[in-house]
């Protein structure tokens, strides 16, 4: 099954803007929709995006994701000591007829 | 209030059988937009996705994991389970059920459960 490829790692301070990538292929960004996922440490994943840019109730406009092609990008803006985490962006891969995710972000608020 | 809850064995022996349920409230496992799954994380790794069954018996699997793996949903008790064969020490991971729609990976997810293999 392969993995969808996102930076190991990102940081910024308080109060700015970062962006995560999920670079991925015809057969799985390219044809089917992103979700993306936070990690607390000791919790469970909780769903920030589907279907590329939607928020599920609850998840603030401070979090945002956009697909163009075979990549997908989380942003965040206004970031907040809460928001260290780790973040995983998953998809379908129609040609393994699986899911599959990245391997994971981690981002450090500075 | 949809929640899921995992449950099973936290140790198991190596080459036995790794066995988890996941039970359902708030939903009922026979929705037909929904399947549902299990998916894991080792300590210190990302997530891997082990697969999805609909109760209508359709049902996918892990390429790497196929020949090892079990996905059923008992409709009577509003549960599904989970039976990974011949486990190592690489299935040490906290395992997750969670409630996938037709175009989310998952959105409900159960707290996790760790299962360490060791003898």
């Known amino acids: 099954q392969s993995v969808l490829t996102q930076p190991p790692s990102v940081s910024a301070a308080p109060g700015q803007r970062v962006s995560i990538s999920c670079s991925g292929s015809s057969s799985d960004i390219g044809t089917n929709y992103v979700s993306w996922y936070q990690i607390l440490p000791g919790t469970a994943p909780k769903l920030l995006i589907y279907e590329n840019n939607k928020r599920p109730s609850g998840i603030p406009d401070r979090f945002y994701g956009s697909k163009s092609g075979t990549s997908a990008t989380l942003g965040i803006a206004g970031l907040q000591t809460g928001d260290e985490a780790n973040y995983y962006c998953g998809t379908w891969d129609s040609t393994v007829m699986g899911v599959i995710f990245g391997g994971g972000t981690k981002l450090t608020v500075l | 209030q949809l929640q899921l809850q995992e449950s099973g064995p936290g140790l198991v022996k190596p080459s036995e059988t790794l066995s988890l349920t996941c039970t359902v409230s708030?939903?009922?496992?026979?929705?037909?937009?929904?399947?549902w799954a299990w998916i894991r994380q080792p300590p210190g790794r990302g997530l891997e996705w082990i697969g999805s069954?609909?109760?209508?018996?359709?049902?996918y699997y892990n390429s790497s994991l196929k020949s090892r793996v079990i996905i059923s949903i008992d409709t009577s008790k509003n549960q599904f389970s989970l039976k990974l064969s011949s486990v190592t020490a690489a299935d040490t991971a906290r395992y997750y059920c969670?409630?996938?729609?037709?175009?989310?990976?998952?959105?409900?997810w159960g707290q996790g459960t760790l299962v360490t293999v060791s003898s």
């Open positions: 969670a409630r996938t729609p037709l175009t989310v990976v998952a959105d409900y």
């Open positions: 069954s609909h109760y209508s018996g359709i049902t």
């Open positions: 708030g939903d009922s496992v026979t929705t037909n937009t929904y399947y």
